[in-house]
């Protein structure tokens, strides 16, 4: 019974703020409207690691990179601010995403049509691609146990170095290509074949 009543007086409370019953505090007008009472946004800034996309047509079907390109900006990149043997999201911010028309054979992996999340596990030497089926997350979020696979990246010096991440599609012939990461003095590149 005490519940009851509890409930009931709580309920007129709650009608009397609604509608402004005497004896309750006035409210301003807009005070049930968050939106009313925010501030005009600010100018947005460009973001330090704008959005970008790498696209290719591979057998007359599109394969396209989404992600965000981060720059040096005087910092010691490979080995520091990409870690050696942990894994990377390859890019900043949102995860790096790919969106293949065409089944794919991505050096040693399968990877059927569909939307997959980047990663990379960069090394001294060796490099290796990850092909991961959760996406939709922030770059940072890394399940292992959603890996589609892994395979070996090659690679090679630039000759100068680069200031900003670039992924990009490179030597495409017919369905075939090379996806190529680049930064600092890195260039790291696996085959991609349309299947």
């Not at 290719?56 to 720059?71: D, Q, R």
Request: net charge positive; glycine share 8%.
């Amino acid at each position: 019974m005490f519940s009851q009543r509890l409930v009931l007086l709580a309920g007129l409370a709650v009608l009397s703020v609604v509608c402004g019953a005497p004896g309750v505090a006035a409210q301003e007008p807009n005070a049930l409207k968050p939106e009313m009472n925010a501030e005009a946004p600010a100018a947005k800034k460009p973001l330090s690691s704008p959005a970008a996309t790498a696209e290719v047509s591979l057998g007359g079907k599109k394969v396209v990179v989404h992600y965000n390109a981060p720059s040096a900006r005087g910092r010691k990149v490979m080995g520091e601010v990409v870690p050696y043997g942990k894994v990377w999201r390859t890019g900043a911010n949102p995860a790096t995403t790919l969106v293949t028309a065409a089944s794919l054979k991505i050096g040693t992996l399968t990877v059927p049509a569909g939307t997959y999340t980047i990663y990379t596990l960069p090394a001294a030497d060796t490099w290796m691609l990850i092909v991961n089926k959760q996406t939709g997350q922030w770059g940072t979020v890394y399940n292992e146990g959603q890996d589609l696979g892994r395979t070996p990246m090659t690679g090679n010096p630039l000759a100068k170095a680069q200031e900003v991440m670039s992924i990009s599609f490179e030597n495409t012939k017919g369905s075939s290509t090379e996806l190529h990461i680049k930064w600092e003095m890195a260039d790291r590149f696996v085959t991609v074949t349309a299947e």
